[in-house]
């Protein structure tokens, strides 16, 4: 992860530009849950084993939060698709595990 690009922290390890491939695809992109904008801010990427726990913040609002877990094997779009879809069966998600197949 840049350090000029934000404050966010990283911590683990984890296969070389992975960390770096989720923070540029999800910072500062625009999301819609619950039907309302919700411009992310990515807080922290945590690697534990095979898997990324990513922590995203509303940009304007950052005590709403919401993280996603997500393997090597989710693909970006996936992820923004099951955040956007969550808040409708959830109205406050916290976690979304992305990790498990259906």
């Keep these: 992860m840049d350090q000029a690009d934000s404050t966010a922290r990283s911590t683990g390890t ?3 530009g992975l960390i770096d491939k989720w923070y540029h695809a999800l910072d500062q992109r625009q999301l ?3 039907k309302r904008p919700w411009p992310a801010l990515v807080s922290g990427i945590h690697a ?4 990324l726990w990513i922590q ?3 940009a304007d609002n950052p005590e709403e939060s919401l993280v996603l ?3 090597r094997d ?8 099951t955040a956007q879809a ?11 595990d992305l990790t498990k197949t259906p």
């Design 14 to 16: 984890a296969p070389d």
């Design 32 to 34: 819609t849950i619950g």
């Design 48 to 51: 534990h084993g095979a898997n």
């Design 56 to 58: 995203i913040s509303h």
């Design 69 to 71: 877990r997500v393997s």
């Design 74 to 81: 989710t693909s970006i779009d996936a992820a923004i698709a």
């Design 86 to 96: 969550w808040s409708a069966f959830q109205p406050d998600p916290r976690a979304i």
